[in-house]
């Protein structure tokens, strides 16, 4: 990395006319809007891509600009374009036009193409953007692909019981009438009860899960304790926890490498960390780097401490530190970790799946049992006359 990127960044003045309005969380495989200017990871990537090749070749940035406006389809990246192209040409740094745009170009994206005007190295910063929302997006789609099976399972399970309980079981009860209630297997008494309670208040779980949703998601926003539990409870919950926390050391080393590499200093990068991290105990984590770096220790002691990283990635920041390659050993923790989160979705959901068939299969057995031993009764009544 040329020794001219080290320099500390200057921090762009506020363009005029600009909200100055910083999102509470970011990071490459969220989809961004802002109005009508929704924008998704992906066209994002494939926009910061093609901004760095036209750039390499020799391209002025106002000239490259315009080239991807007008190569764009209509939608919310083509509008964003258009603006960029405008305050360009009228003098603005590419990276102060991005910031009137921070539903789309976050914190983290802005700060490194301000290293790269600084450093005059745009283009490689726009790859290493490129590359970094590239990875992100995949990692999302992957978990994504793997839940569409799980979730498939579970909503045509969901359906099979509603359309047993909401037209089988009624044509069952009236074979039963003629065998008394006394008479009923307790097997068939429960599940014809659970039909009744269902059929008369499906409307009362129905309305008490869309609040349940709106109350947790009021709460995760207004009330700091809520939300730092619910964090808590998705680092620890059974087979998802350690999925959610190696996603978050992921994360965190992509970023923060990438952040070093392009020329942010170290405490402005962890100050764009904690703005783009959505866990709170990994946001405590970085305060506590943070907290460290001011007082002139170093990296690996307050990372051990949290109990956010495991001793490997602590003992390679503490050599990456000492041997002033930072960057590259948490490049190696990124590349673990994304490995092994790749190896955990892959075993997490086939774990999932044959789950998911043995609950359906038993509670549709249930079923199917608590209907057929009355007429099974029936008949060996039958028989007996």
């Known amino acids: 990395m040329p020794k001219k990127l080290q320099r500390r960044i200057p921090a762009p003045k506020a363009a005029p006319g600009a909200v100055a309005t910083r999102p509470a969380g970011g990071g490459g495989g969220r ?25 390499n070749a020799g391209i002025p940035i ?55 005007e600084a450093g005059g190295v745009q283009e490689e910063i726009l790859n290493r953007l490129s590359g970094f929302l590239t990875q992100s997006e995949a990692i999302k789609s992957r978990v994504k692909g793997a839940l569409a099976y799980p979730v498939a399972i579970l909503v045509v399970a969901i359906l099979v019981l509603l359309l047993v309980f909401a037209f089988v079981i009624p044509k069952f009860r009236a074979v039963f009438a003629t065998l008394g209630e006394g008479n009923l297997h307790w097997t068939t008494d429960l599940v014809i009860n659970i039909g009744d309670h269902c059929k008369v208040w499906w409307w009362a779980y129905l309305l008490g899960g869309v609040l349940l949703v709106v109350v947790h998601r009021l709460l995760m926003v207004k009330v700091m304790g809520y939300r730092r539990l619910m964090h808590r409870v998705a680092l620890h919950v059974p087979l998802f926890g350690n999925l959610v926390h190696k996603s978050l050391v992921a994360r965190f080393s992509r970023t923060f490498g990438t952040l070093i590499q392009s020329g ?68 190696k923790v990124a590349d673990r970790y994304e490995t092994e989160v790749d190896q955990t979705v892959d075993t997490t959901f086939k774990l999932i799946e044959p789950i998911l068939l043995v609950i359906m299969a038993v509670v549709v057995g249930f079923i199917v049992f608590a209907l057929f031993m009355p007429l099974l009764t029936m008949m060996q009544q039958m028989s007996k006359r």
């Open 264 to 331: 942010v200093p170290h405490l402005e990068a962890l100050d764009i960390l904690n703005a783009s991290t959505n866990n709170e105990h990994m946001k405590d984590a970085v305060s506590d780097v943070q907290s460290s770096i001011r007082e002139g220790a170093g990296f690996a002691v307050p990372m051990g401490e949290s109990g956010m990283f495991d001793d490997i990635v602590v003992n390679m920041v503490d050599v990456g530190e000492q041997t002033g390659e930072l960057d590259r050993m948490l490049t």
């Open 31 to 55: 989809s961004f809007s802002f109005g009508r200017n929704r924008v998704t990871a992906k066209v994002l990537a494939e926009f910061t891509s093609q901004l760095a090749v036209l750039l």
């Open 62 to 116: 106002t000239k490259s600009l315009r080239i991807l406006e007008g190569q764009m389809p209509q939608g919310g990246m083509k509008r964003i374009a258009g603006t960029l192209v405008d305050d360009v040409e009228g003098g603005t740094a590419l990276s102060e036009a991005m910031q009137k745009h921070e539903a789309v170009f976050d914190p983290l994206y802005t700060n490194m193409v301000r290293a790269g």
